[in-house]
């Protein structure tokens, strides 16, 4: 084995690999910024949103509603305009995303217990965003009406739990905090994968034919298929280094470790894998220059982030396009990789996905190097 033409084909892909520093910073370095990068700003959360308040009432009880944005965390009141027209400005020129109007009435309505009514204006350029500040607005809300009730029904010798029609019970599993950070870490885990096994594999080939040693290899004794393995192995040995110190840096910086098997997740890794090898020998296949396979890597990575599930929830997407993700190998992983990582589930319960992720990878890798090797010959 250790004098096969095989070994010594791969032996001298890993000289030539040692001696190409650019790659070897290129698959090494870039992971580990991406996913330190993308676990801190790749975030559903929404934090000190700038805030502009009115308060025409200058109460306690203005004061104490305003305090509950304050107490939050989510909200920074930085202005105090003193009109709709000054606030209207601050929103305009993006510096306030919220607006609260108090109007002058406001405590002595809550003193006679009828309704106060608060006007918030929302910049909804980002709806997203949008959204998620409306449901804290709402809460806040809530929380600061739900405080008034009890205390009048306290002062009437009643307790609100006479009126509790319902009492709700909440226990959030797999993410208790609710970070958006334990779901997105485990997604980039999967991204950094692909992208790494896809590109490096296109380059190494692409490259060859660039300096026209691709020639030079195909009428050396090497048969097809060692000359594909030699390509193939070495990169899948680099990518899987990549992802050991992926999950280091999700264990040891972000303190996140999956619940369930290591093992599994790096076999199931592995069997991604073959969708970015398989996509990597293709794109080779159809590039003549470096510069031509960047781009459709670009080309095919971008669909592939945006309808994998990796930030927009596929349900929320129209059936059509729904149609199109399945064959997407990236959502499957997500699935597998979230689960592995959040709920600590087997293969019992990943089998839907592993099985259309090996059959896509199966047969992505087998039409790629049948058509290098037609492009040997």
Known sequence: MFDSRLFHFIKKEFIQLRRDRRMVMTALIPPLIQLIAFGYVA???????????IDRDRTAYSRNYVQGFRNSGYFNVDYYPANEKQLAGLIDNGKVKLGLSIPADFGKKIVRGESAPVQAVLDGSNSSAATIIQGYINQITFIDANTYLRGRLSRRGFSAADFALLDDN???????????IYFMVPAIFAQILMLVSMILTTVSIVKEKEKGTMEM????????????????????LVAFMDIILVFLAATFWFGIFPRGSVLLLFSLGAVFMLTGLGLGVFISTISRTQRQAMMTNVFIMAPSFILSGFIFPIANMPYPIQAITYFIPLRYFLVIVREIYLKGNGLKYLWPQ?????????????MSITRFRKKID
Not at 355 to 366: A, E, K, M, Q, R
Request: charge should be positive; avoid cysteine.
């Open 354 to 366: 592993v099985l259309p992720l090996l059959v896509i990878g199966v047969s992505l890798l087998t």
């Open 217 to 236: 290899l195909v009428v050396t004794p090497l048969k097809p298929y060692e000359l594909i393995l030699g390509k193939l192995i070495p990169f899948s």
């Open 170 to 180: 909440i226990r959030v599993w797999y993410n208790p905090e609710l970070k958006s």
């Open 43 to 53: 975030s559903t959360d929404i934090k000190h949103v700038s805030t502009a308040v």
